[in-house]
Nanobody, 118 residues
């Protein structure tokens, strides 16, 4: 079992930056793929970025060049640095994890709100 706890959300003006942190516990962090998702009311949760246990990164087009995902296996933490934020980035952001052998994102955090004002 893996527990995920997000932190770092808040309110920011357009063009600003926010860094989200996700602390994992309960399982060897180095064997997990980690990801960030977001969801707005009335819409499905969507993938933002992911990083594999081997360090490969993937970003959705709408955040490429603005967001950076990084992992710190020593601290069992994954970060999402969000720069050049836009009002449409407003959402609840979720951290998720899966074993490297799984296709399904099994573990989820409780979410943290990011609000970007124009």
């Amino acid at each position: 079992q893996v527990q995920l706890v997000e932190s770092g959300g808040g309110s920011v003006q357009a063009g600003g930056s926010v860094r989200l942190s996700c602390a994992a516990s309960g399982r060897t962090f180095g064997n997990l793929d980690m990801s960030w998702w977001r969801q707005v009311p009335g819409k499905e949760r969507e993938l933002v970025a992911r990083i594999t246990y081997s360090g490969d990164e993937y970003y959705k087009d709408f955040v490429k060049g603005r967001f950076t995902i990084s992992g710190d296996s020593a601290k069992n933490t994954v970060l999402l640095q969000m720069n050049s934020l836009k009002p449409e980035d407003t959402a609840v952001y979720y951290c998720s994890a899966r074993p490297g052998t799984s296709a399904a994102w099994v573990y989820w955090g409780q979410g943290t709100q990011v609000t970007v004002s124009s």
